[in-house]
């Protein structure tokens, strides 16, 4: 998709020649001196055909004065940004005509049109999307262009760099989720981040089984025993900040496929466990974004890659494994796998003293249980850090809730045969796995996303939401300014916005 943003005042309006314009239109919108638009909302607002409040809408064709054909009128309530991404898509399904290449969005009707422009573009490319690896014939896009009208080009800049680089993110982190563990294996994950890492600032790096064992990430190398398909231990460096400056480290998890290994899953739904690498795919997606803003922070990215599967080799329930930290675990379940390639992988962490380690993982099912698709289950062991991720999803619309960390959900995790076991009861599972992660990280602030109810949705619109690459970009984008205060990226200033 093109996006491009202009100028466009609510009295030029009239003169907009694209195929098709839709305008967001808030409760407190005035008509005085609109011209031909202020007329036609005036009318339709006076006849009652178009009520106050959000979610309503009103298709015009061939409006009087208008070059424009197609004119759909949305009401977006107070203008919120929830309001503007649900008008937008809403406005988008009306507007299913053939032949509806170029779209004009008119935002300069709300009071804060530049906060509506991100909003508006993700809603585009959410309902815009199609999965095409192995189906490419669903490549449906006939849209091709859509132009965001605003009151000024300069105030709305930086909000639609953001808004461009979060729909390449979020568009790469649902295209890899969405690919079946055929087209989507370790190597393959390994393979896009090499290509990630020809891009300005980003450096990959690539480990498989020999380096892996040298480290001794005794808890990865058991999960990944069962599986003919090589490991991979990938990480990614996105040098944006000065120096010597400490990055924050992204891990996510990257299981390609999840059967349960000799815990086995029921055969019902299984195949939804080729998601169970959207904590890998919410990184890639986040360094491609971050390869698009370049803004000024050091961040590094976390890959632990394989397939949980059952075998000669595989884990066995009961066996005990070392990990990384030296620390044994008693693998009770070879279901709780998430954790056993985690846990290394944040000890690997800690080599890049870190201002911060967040992991990334579709963890438990109890977390689905707790919170369902909206929010995302998060953890932290400091508050200044869980406010920020708090802070960043309600900024980005990329939601997430905070659950605790008492000690005493650790006590179910106690193993007679080693440091611990990998699973405790059925009580508080998303909450009892974080508290095994824990026990990996040392003083460093960390941040634990379940994502396992939000990073795909199941049923007959099944599929990979891109979620939380808006989450985690907007936090970074946050940390970068505290970094520097007043400047996101150096390139936002010379960036050139098409015609104004
Ligand atoms: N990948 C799953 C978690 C999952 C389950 C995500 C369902 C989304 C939907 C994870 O590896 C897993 O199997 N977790 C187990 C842990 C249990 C054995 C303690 C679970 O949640 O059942
Ligand atoms: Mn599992
Ligand atoms: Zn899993």
């Known amino acids: 998709m093109d996006f491009e943003i202009k100028q466009f005042l609510p009295a030029d309006a009239a003169q907009w020649s694209v195929d098709a314009v839709l305008v967001l239109v808030p409760d407190t919108a005035s008509w005085e001196g609109g011209g031909e638009l202020g007329a036609l909302i005036k ?84 309902a815009t999307y199609s999965y095409v690896t192995t189906k490419p014939t669903a490549q449906s896009r ?113 299981i390609t496929f999840d059967t349960g290994g000799i815990s086995i899953k029921p055969a019902a739904e299984m195949d ?9 795919a919410s990184v890639l997606g986040t360094f491609a974004a971050l390869a698009e803003l370049q803004p000024q922070i050091n961040v590094v990215g976390i890959i632990p890659s394989c397939e949980n599967m059952p075998d000669g080799l595989a884990v ?22 998430g954790r056993l390639i985690l846990c ?45 991720l708090q802070a960043a999803g309600e900024e980005a619309q990329d939601l997430c809730w905070r659950l605790p960390l008492d000690d005493e959900y650790a006590d179910g995790l106690k193993s007679g045969f080693a440091d611990m076991g990998n699973v405790a ?13 824990q026990k990996f990280v040392s003083d460093t602030p960390w941040g634990h996303l379940d994502i396992a109810g939000t990073a795909w949705k199941s049923g007959a619109a099944k599929g990979a939401t891109g979620r939380p690459v808006s989450l985690l970009l907007q936090y970074l984008i946050n940390e970068s300014k505290i970094a520097q205060p007043g400047r996101v990226t150096k390139s936002l200033r010379n960036v050139v916005v098409r015609a104004e």
């Open 425 to 437: 009861g059925r009580a508080g599972g998303a909450i009892t796995a974080a508290k095994f992660l």
């Open 344 to 388: 290394d992988a944040l000890t690997y962490a800690a080599r890049f003293k870190p201002r911060c380690v967040i992991d990334i993982a579709t963890l438990t099912g109890a977390c689905v249980v707790a919170l369902g698709a909206v929010r995302t289950g998060m953890f932290s062991s400091h508050n200044d850090l869980a406010d920020a």
């Open 142 to 254: 006939v849209l091709r262009q859509v132009t965001l009208g605003v009151k000024a080009v300069a105030a709305s800049r930086e909000a639609f760099l953001i808004g461009r680089a979060q729909v390449v993110g979020v568009e790469l982190a649902k295209e890899w989720a969405n690919r079946p563990a055929n087209h989507a294996t370790p190597s393959h994950l390994a393979d896009v981040a090499r290509k990630l890492g020809h891009k300005s600032r980003i450096k990959t790096e690539v480990l498989g089984p020999k380096a892996v064992t040298a480290l001794g990430m005794g808890a990865f190398l058991a999960v990944a025993r069962g599986s003919a398909e090589p490991l991979r231990f990938i990480v990614m460096r996105y040098q944006g900040g000065a120096k010597g400056s400490a990055p924050v480290v992204l891990v996510g998890k990257g």
């Open 43 to 126: 009318a339709v607002t006076e006849r009652g055909d178009l009520e106050q409040g959000a979610g309503k809408f009103l298709f015009c064709y061939r409006p009087d004065g208008f070059k424009v054909s197609r004119l759909v009128l949305a009401r977006v309530g107070d203008g919120s940004a929830l309001q503007v991404r649900k008008a937008v898509a809403a406005g988008l399904a009306q507007l299913k005509a053939p032949g509806l290449k170029k779209l004009g969005i008119l935002l300069s009707l709300l009071d804060k049109d530049s906060e509506a422009v991100r909003a508006a573009m993700m809603a585009v490319a959410d």
């Open 316 to 337: 066995k329930p009961g066996d005990v494994v070392t990990s990384m930290s030296g620390q044994t675990i008693e693998v009770l379940n070879t279901d709780a796998e």
């Open 272 to 280: 939804e466990m080729k998601f169970d690498m959207g904590g890998a």
